[in-house]
């Protein structure tokens, strides 16, 4: 989890505990919306991200959704954490230039294809 979060500090230039709120958020979006087995797929290939959402859902009140539909109910969650529109964008951008790395074209292609508007932003 540390070099995602150092790529994406890096990438939208802000602070590594704002992308640990982006990863977590991110995390549990995927999670609800994506198809399981691509998404265990890629918790498994990133070192801490299984911990990362273990710990995002508990610290998510069990009422709390996404508002909106899609790419947008994640767009706003993210804005939420403290990110601006560019930021987000650049963040989505390297968290799945990541996980083409660690899980390949296929899974992550799974993924996006999962989630309406999500290739709108890569």
């Given at each position: 989890m540390d070099e995602l979060v150092t790529r994406l500090s890096g990438a939208a230039h802000i602070e590594p505990a704002k992308a640990v709120s982006a990863v977590k958020t991110i995390l549990v979006f995927l999670d609800k919306e994506?198809?399981?087995?691509?998404?265990?797929?890629l918790v498994q290939a990133i070192p801490g991200a299984d911990?990362?959402?273990?710990?995002?859902?508990?610290?998510?009140d069990d009422d709390a959704g996404f508002a909106g539909f899609?790419?947008?109910?994640?767009y706003h969650a993210l804005t939420a954490v403290g990110l601006s529109g560019s930021e987000v964008q650049i963040v989505t951008k390297e968290l799945l230039a990541?996980?083409?790395?660690?899980?390949?074209?296929?899974?992550t292609g799974r993924i996006v294809g999962a989630i309406p508007g999500l290739e709108a932003f890569i």
């Open positions: 994506a198809p399981s087995d691509a998404v265990q797929e911990a990362a959402l273990s710990e995002a859902k508990a610290e998510q899609g790419a947008m109910a994640a990541h996980a083409r790395e660690k899980v390949g074209e296929e899974t």
